[in-house]
């Protein structure tokens, strides 16, 4: 494959793709915000041969299809497309030119990378083993993009037999890959906390049900139930990240709010965690004559990855890299990430593009750190694999042997 691979076609797009990477560095726009970023994703696909390409899918996505009528498996790729809310302190002349809006997450690099895909994929129609569905997706941060795209049709005509996509990952070096089977990533749900106590004068406390002193002993016992419920070879986490209560110091305030994640890697920890989270909750309030009341938000499943198509990605991916630049059973995150949406209809696979920098120098911040850039280095990586991907399905199962 890699000696197939059309080499000087690629060098001669890079220019491009950092261009528009930059572009829209320099233009980032927030969960289901991302206009003049679709708009301008959609007029480089609407000039690919054989593109079918339809906009406005959950609310700013869009959903391409390449070659939609030659028979065969259709494969799916996708890409996030939204920015966070927060400055940017790049300080490089591509800086987010709108204030409080920062592409931090190096989505600007995947809409560069696949986009150079379907660029170069649509240029050799003749090596599809099927149709190409390239899905650029709104609201990835929190807004469950991904969710609103799959119920307005974006994995039906043709249905993909399995979907792909990177995230860019600042703990590996531009030109590798990481890549794992199973879990990858957490499921989020949201806990929205409230302990119901009385309102007295901070001097008669005993005429009122302090919320505050109750929520303090709850926040303290929510730590046992990792320690303590938890099955300590399934991983979970339970952080409370806000507490608000009280408006003066001589007052007792009648409620106490809190509110924190959960992060589980399977659906029984998830639910045996809730359940031991609702408990701790309610009877430790109740110990202090409070009333504690959980409200719970469902947010991202968990990630997880098909073994035989992760093993499929990284012959590829080694195919098109080298061994050495395939780094296999990559450490999982406890972060969430929509793609696990689409892996609930069919199998997938969910990589890492190494952006730090090749040459070893420190300089690549965290991913939401204001000061974080995506290496355009990387997008050579990330449009070889997107294509060997794509290429290979038709070899998949003699190659699987
Ligand atoms: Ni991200």
Known sequence: MSQNFPESRLQELLPELIAFRRDLHAHPETAFKEHRTAERVAERLGRLPGMHVRTGVGETGIVATLAADKPGPCIALRADMDALPMEDKCGKPHA???PGVAHACGHDGHVACLLGAAIMLASEPGRLAGPVRF?????EEGGGGARFM???GALENPRPAAIFALHCWPFLPAGYVGMRSGPVMASTDALDITIHGKGAHAAHPNRGVDPIVAAAHVVTALQ???SRHRDPLDPAVVTIGAFHAGTARNVIPDAAVLSGTLRALSQKQRLASLAAIRQVIEQTAAAFGARGELVHKEGYPVNVNDPGLKEYLERVAVEMLGRERVVDNIPISMGGEDFAFYTRHMPGVFWRLGVAPSDGSPGVESLHNGCFD????????GV???CGIVWSWASKDSAAG
């Open 96 to 98: 987010s030119t709108y």
């Open 135 to 139: 899905l650029f997706q709104p609201g």
């Open 150 to 152: 799959v119920e307005q």
């Open 224 to 226: 046992t139930v990792v």
């Open 374 to 381: 995506f290496n355009d280095e990387a997008i050579e990586t």
């Open 384 to 386: 070889r694999v997107h």
